[in-house]
């Protein structure tokens, strides 16, 4: 798969890029290339971000996510790095 000619599509979207970074590094370890685009360019100003894949590498994220279903909590975790206030 040639980088220059790779079509990304939105895989998923969240409404915090740390949460996206979770998703987009498991994706990685499986080895499907992954990036996350945020909404805001200043940082603070969140606006949600999404984790983009090729297009023809979609059908194996939507199978890695299926493997590795992550609940809420274990994605409040990644992005805290703190339990959540239910544990």
Known sequence: MS???TE??????YADSPS???IASL???ESVPARVERG??????????????PKQLLHRAN???EQNRVTDDEL???ATHSPSEGE
């Open 3 to 5: 980088a220059g000619n």
């Open 8 to 13: 990304w599509v939105v895989f998923v979207s």
């Open 20 to 22: 996206a970074e979770a």
């Open 27 to 29: 994706l990685r370890a």
């Open 40 to 53: 805001s360019p200043i940082p603070g100003l969140e606006q949600g971000a999404r984790v983009m894949v």
């Open 63 to 65: 199978f890695v996510r």
């Open 76 to 78: 409040d975790y990644l």
